[in-house]
């Protein structure tokens, strides 16, 4: 940019360009015994010049001992790999390149040269964008250094916990502007990431899901199906633009949100009741269709795991199917089915059902293995039609016994919130409901905090004006979450005696 380095006002300083250290290229020239210099490719075109100024005689040289800057060196990088100065195919198809990735601190140690090198060599720039990442610290936000003590091994976390978990945390946490404070814990978490995706895997294969037929998207039936794949073109959408705009770590969390909530946590959870039922032709469509979801699963990763991904991708026999190997095949680009909005809205319904149940439980100290009896408390038929039109699944999923209608029984009835339409849970078991009231009410009491906190923070119009976006729809999205939360306990409060 010009107010960087603006064209008639360059200061321009002589560039020392020899070392005096053991390593490097080094420079190459020779001399004679009366320190005549020779610039040359190699000692024998040094002697043949020697030889031409000192009239063919015997001439003994002895090159110079200094290296080259290695900034000198690493500035010829991008055409000196490539084969230059012969003009190699693979010159002319990879120069100039597209970007090139770097650290803030050798902008102009090494980028600005090869700026330079690149203009003056080849009359090219040799790369259009730079994206420059942060830098990696250790888990306290200090700088690594061999002195403090605190410098981790690459080497040795990939030998513990694989190149594909380091990968994934430091691209996950590469926020613009933000230096990376690597701890183990971080790395052994996405390692635990990975593996619930070889778990997931394993699950189909459990339940003998391969893909054998090509798919076509207005034969699919099946409302989980419907649901999972509108779902997924959300978040390749998402995952795409953040990468084109180089927010990696963004393009990794909505990654890991996707696998580890949508697909793992609640997809293959709803694929059990049909996998255990007797009708063939859904247990087909969801064993070809859940086979075809994890071939782009595996698609959308590969670019931050890409090791296990291309490994899972032969175990499937993908490449055979596809006819390609993974990193050589086409990233996914799928549109909603509009077809399919009913069926993903009804199942986001459930979800939110069956969350809501489990939650309770957890708010109540109850065993999540505990089933329960609902117990229709309103007049409206929306979430009665629903929950009835998907019994087996809620049953199974959700663990619930039986469907009531409002009932005058009071022991061990709890009410929930669900779709602004009330509802009451029924246990079974002799529980103490009421113990657990003040637990829930403390909780509240936190949340109430919360909520005031970034109320104040979003009504703030200096934050909101300069804060980060992403920053502030975070705080948005937990104020909405917080919201919700809020209300759901209210109302189980208000149903304890």
């Not at 902008?107 to 942060?134: C, D, E, S």
């Not at 981790?152 to 945390?169: H, W």
């Not at 691209?171 to 052994?188: E, N, Q, T």
């Not at 890991?256 to 469509?285: A, G, M, R, T």
């Amino acid at each position: 940019p010009s107010n960087v380095h603006p064209p008639k006002s360059i200061n321009c300083f002589a560039w020392c360009i020899s070392r005096q250290i053991w390593w490097g290229h080094r420079i190459p020239a020779w001399y004679d015994e009366k320190n005549n210099i020779y610039v040359a490719e190699d000692e024998r075109e040094a002697l043949s010049l020697a030889k031409r100024k000192n009239k063919n005689k015997t001439i003994k040289l002895r090159q110079e001992t200094d290296v080259l800057d290695t900034w000198f060196s690493s500035a010829l990088w991008p055409f000196a790999t490539l084969g230059w100065p012969s003009k190699t195919k693979e010159l002319k198809k990879f120069y100039p390149t597209s970007i090139l990735v770097t650290g803030f601190d050798i902008i102009f140690f090494w980028v600005a040269r090869m700026l330079m090198m690149g203009n003056y060599f080849q009359k090219l720039t040799p790369f259009k964008k730079v994206y420059v990442h942060a830098l990696v610290r250790d888990e306290k936000g200090q700088k690594m250094s061999k002195s403090k003590g605190n410098v981790i091994d690459p080497l040795e976390l990939i030998k513990d916990y694989g190149a594909d978990s380091l990968r994934f945390t430091l691209i996950s946490m590469a926020s613009p502007g933000r230096d990376v404070k690597l701890s183990k814990d971080r790395i052994i978490g996405n390692r635990n990431f990975i593996t619930k995706i070889w778990s997931a895997n394993n699950f189909l294969k459990l339940n003998k899901c391969v893909l054998k037929k090509k798919i076509n998207l207005k034969n699919i039936k099946l409302p989980i199906n419907q649901w999972i794949f509108n779902e997924f073109t959300k978040t390749q959408n998402l995952v795409t633009n953040h990468i084109d705009n180089f927010r990696f770590d963004e393009a990794a969390r909505y990654t890991y949100k996707f696998v580890w909530h949508s697909y793992c946590d609640w997809y293959l959870e709803f694929l059990k009741p049909i996998f255990s039922s007797k009708n063939k032709q859904e247990i087909q469509e969801a064993r070809n269709f859940s086979s075809f979801m994890m071939a782009n699963l595996l698609k959308m990763l590969h670019p931050f795991i890409p090791f296990f991904t291309e490994t899972v991708w032969g175990k499937n026999q993908f490449n055979n199917f596809f006819n390609s190997d993974l990193i050589t095949s086409y990233w996914p680009k799928y549109k909603d089915q509009i077809s399919y909005n009913k069926n993903q809205k009804n199942i986001n319904n459930l979800i939110e059902l069956i969350s809501n149940i489990r939650s309770t439980k957890s708010e109540l100290n109850i065993t999540p293995k505990l089933y329960c009896d609902i117990i229709f408390l309103e007049k409206s038929k929306k979430l009665k039609i629903l929950i009835k039109q998907n019994i087996k699944l809620i049953k199974q999923v959700g663990r619930v016994n039986n469907l009531l209608d409002k009932t005058d029984l009071k022991k061990n009835i709890v009410e929930i919130l669900v779709l602004k339409e009330k509802l009451a849970l029924r246990f079974n078991e002799d529980i103490d409901i009421s113990s657990q009231k003040n637990k829930i009410m403390k909780k509240l009491e936190s949340i109430g905090i919360q909520k005031n906190k970034l109320n104040n923070k979003l009504q703030n119009k200096a934050y909101l004006k300069n804060a980060p976006k992403s920053i502030v729809q975070n705080d948005k999205d937990l104020l909405k979450d917080l919201t919700i939360e809020d209300n759901k306990l209210r109302s189980i409060v208000s149903s304890i005696d």
